[in-house]
């Protein structure tokens, strides 16, 4: 190097020592304004759903506080002079309308982020939709473990302890004070209460057996009155109450009417003296025991408090109207003002990343209502930014701390980022109902005699022939569609294929693309079959292989009056070494739903109104269970079995009635011996509220996804000598 060189390179490097640190420490050099959907130098669109009516609309106040709230920071200049619009919609509690107003909210009002829906089967019904969009769903107003499971929902954070940390800290109070106490617990039947009751148990440890009595109820049942009188007649004298707040008070009441006074221990979402405990009764209310991480605005305590006086002065001014002593107000303002840190911390970089972000960098913020020694803590591995809460005592008239303040984790706990799959079916019920198929087109069998089973298919059962394929397969109709069942000459009987037809929406290419990112490479065929021009093959595991199409040829040759003449294919059950496997592609990916199951060996899925499409039997075995084809009524079903003894087959099982599904079906063989069901009057499943239509013959009400016994089989008891549930 030439000592010109040398010279020129050392100044080129002071030059730049020089512009880099002009770059770096000059304070008028503004920083570059990012914004996504939802954000400008003007506004910052937030989006809300709330309960403004149906049976959690007591809580409809934290929006209308977070509504005021923000009011406030528009009336002092709003975000770095951005103003906040605040879009919330009435969701009535009820998922299915969470649905359609999220889908609102992002789609046509292109809010920013989601901010503290509240309840948690109305905010799973969206968690995946939110996070498939990528938009920041902060601050949820719910403390189901899942909603801060940061590794299955990215975009998702809860705000308050979560259910089984708060109910934990009550079941480890129970068990060190009252060693010896039988407890009776009154629960809701969802995921809130089963969280509830998993964290008591948890806390109880070894004392989970002083639990004597436990009682459920739906939240949309008028009363729980009972409830209470079962629990009162288990001689329990420890009552836990993990109700909803209308409920809640209405079981402290009925208490105190019915003469039950036991220790109570009420959760602390019910916590509010005017929405729950003046409703109850102050009297009936005394000495009830909770848990908070707020400061209780009728506390004399915090008289003095600086936190207290701003909150003070902003419902003097923002909510004249309302008690500023209800829980549901002070949560509300709460959540405002920690969204209002996030978004200051975001600065002029308003793009959804950055405020996820900034969520999850909150490092000790201190809130005006939170109790001292709580603070928010955040990061990109920790989506709960609230974890501890104190004991405390009603005395009548106001709330009394009691203790030191509790974190209710404990390290033996599984970690909380586990996937949605490990909780309750309700749960994944509660999920947006869009599956990619609709129907069940065809099944493909492989036949060891093509001849008799053909005359079987054709004379028996009453389907038309409609193609003969290039290896001399048969495709028969049920009636419209070109086939619904393919006969294929085979050394044993096994189940060559299943057909489901897409929703005309889908593009094949598209879902080709969409299986070979899920990690499952589809072959795309072309005039494979006659009546299809197109179609995707899959083998999702061994001995599972299935076609999906979007165009069939129909109308095909018409519904035949000979044989039984079914109306439809309906569904078909099969038995695999690998059924959790299929099911975990059928409803992660498919977006078929659970609707039933049997003691956990076969598992119920639909992808339309049908109680189930397809069942999965977890036996270690590759095979169909049974086929099933609908009937055109019930008066088909002796005439089904007359067309089936005329033709010299018998009858196995039935006709009785299903308690899964509750149809009314007969099982016979075909000549290869796969069952074959004739069913009519199945349950018809309404997804938009996770159950089936009510029937005069159902067990319960409502006929929710549940686990039967496998000697419920029969919902009329009836002992058929034929073993359906090995086929």
């Known amino acids: 190097m030439t000592r010109a060189f040398e010279i020129a390179y050392a100044c080129l490097g002071i030059a730049l020592m020089v512009?880099?640190?002009?770059?770096?420490?000059?304070?008028?050099?503004?920083?570059?304004?990012?914004?996504d959907t939802g954000a400008s130098d003007t506004v910052i669109k937030i989006g809300n759903t709330a309960p403004y009516s149906g049976p959690l609309s007591s809580n409809g106040v934290i929006a209308r506080t977070e509504a005021a709230y923000f009011k406030m920071i528009n009336d002092q200049g709003g975000i770095s002079g951005r103003k906040i619009e605040f879009i919330s919609y009435d969701d009535a509690y009820s998922p299915p309308k969470t649905v359609e107003q999220t889908r609102k909210l992002i789609e046509s009002d292109e809010v920013l982020l989601i901010f503290n829906q509240l309840g948690t089967p109305t905010t799973m019904s969206v968690i995946k939709y939110v996070n498939a969009r990528k938009v920041p769903q902060l601050f949820i107003a719910a403390?189901?473990?899942?909603?801060?499971?940061?590794?299955?929902?990215?975009?998702?954070?809860?705000?308050?302890?979560?259910?089984?940390?708060?109910?934990?800290?009550?079941?480890?109070?129970?068990?060190?004070n009252y060693p010896n106490g039988k407890i009776a617990v009154l629960s809701s039947n969802d995921d809130f209460g089963r969280d509830n009751v998993r964290g008591l148990k948890d806390g109880l440890g070894d004392a989970a057996g002083n639990i004597v009595a436990e009682a459920t109820y739906e939240t949309g049942a008028p009363t729980i009155d009972s409830e209470l009188v079962k629990l009162k007649f288990s001689g329990a004298n420890i009552f836990v109450n993990f109700a909803s707040a209308k409920f809640a008070a209405q079981a402290i009441k009925k208490a105190a009417e019915i003469g039950w006074k036991p220790v109570q221990i009420l959760h602390g979402n019910s916590q509010s003296i005017s929405a729950v405990l003046s409703p109850a009764g102050l009297e009936n209310a005394k000495d009830i025991i909770t848990a908070s991480y707020i400061k209780?605005?009728?506390?004399?305590?915090?008289?003095?408090?600086?936190?207290?006086?701003?909150?003070?002065?902003?419902?003097?001014?923002?909510?004249?109207?309302?008690?500023?002593?209800?829980?549901?107000?002070?949560?509300?303002?709460n959540a405002a003002q920690a969204l209002i840190a996030v978004l200051e911390q975001c600065r002029d970089d308003l793009t959804r990343v950055n405020v996820l972000k900034q969520a999850e960098a909150l490092k000790q913020v201190h809130l005006d209502m939170l109790l001292p020694e709580i603070a928010l803590n955040t990061s990109p591995t920790d989506h709960y930014p609230i974890e501890q809460m104190q004991l405390q005592k009603f005395d009548g008239r106001n709330w009394l701390r009691f203790g030191p303040t509790i974190e209710g984790a404990q390290e033996s706990d599984p970690p909380p980022n586990r996937d949605a799959e490990q909780y309750d079916q309700e749960v994944a019920m509660s999920r947006m109902f869009n599956p990619k198929v609709f129907q069940l087109g065809y099944v493909g069998l492989g036949c060891t005699d093509l001849g008799r089973s053909a005359q079987y298919y054709m004379q028996t059962l009453g389907l038309t022939e409609t193609a003969r394929g290039h290896l001399g397969e048969i495709y028969a109709s049920v009636g419209y569609e070109h086939h619904n069942v393919i006969l294929t000459k085979a050394a044993h009987k096994s189940l060559l294929q299943l057909g489901f037809q897409l929703k005309p929406a889908i593009d094949l290419a598209d879902f080709a693309k969409q299986l070979n990112a899920y990690g499952v490479r589809g072959a795309v065929k072309s005039d494979s079959q006659p009546g299809i021009s197109k179609l995707i093959e899959v083998e999702i595991a061994d001995g599972h292989t299935v076609q999906f199409y979007r165009d069939i040829e129909a109308p095909a040759p018409g519904f035949k009056n000979v044989g039984v003449a079914p109306l439809r294919l309906g569904h078909v059950a099969v038995i695999s070494p690998h059924a959790a496997k299929l099911r975990k592609f059928y409803e992660e990916f498919l977006g078929f739903w659970y609707t039933d199951e049997f003691e956990g060996i076969a598992t119920f899925l639909t992808c339309n109104r049908d109680h189930h499409v397809i069942n999965f039997v977890d036996i270690p075995e590759s095979r169909v269970h049974h086929i099933a084809f609908q009937l055109k009524d019930s008066a088909s079903h002796p005439n089904a079995c007359d067309e089936l003894r005329r033709a010299g087959i018998k009858t196995e099982w039935g006709p009785s009635r299903h308690t899964a599904g509750h149809n009314l079906?007969?099982?016979?063989?075909?000549?290869?011996?796969?069952?074959?069901?004739?069913?009519?009057?199945?349950?018809?499943?309404?997804?938009?509220?996770?159950?089936?239509?009510a029937r005069p013959w159902h067990e319960h009400f409502p006929m929710k996804p549940r686990a039967w016994k496998l000697t419920e089989l029969n919902a009329w008891g009836t002992d058929f000598a034929f073993n359906l549930g090995q086929g």
């Open 19 to 35: 512009f880099t640190g002009l770059a770096i420490s000059t304070p008028g050099i503004a920083q570059e304004k990012r914004y």
């Open 665 to 693: 079906a007969g099982y016979h063989y075909d000549p290869d011996k796969v069952l074959i069901e004739l069913y009519t009057e199945m349950d018809v499943f309404i997804p938009e509220l996770g159950m089936c239509e």
């Open 143 to 176: 403390g189901a473990t899942v909603v801060g499971d940061h590794k299955t929902y990215p975009w998702s954070m809860g705000f308050q302890p979560s259910y089984q940390s708060e109910t934990r800290i009550y079941g480890k109070y129970l068990r060190d």
């Open 296 to 333: 209780d605005p009728a506390d004399a305590a915090w008289k003095d408090d600086p936190g207290l006086k701003r909150f003070s002065d902003f419902m003097a001014k923002y909510l004249p109207g309302e008690d500023k002593s209800n829980f549901y107000v002070v949560y509300g303002y």
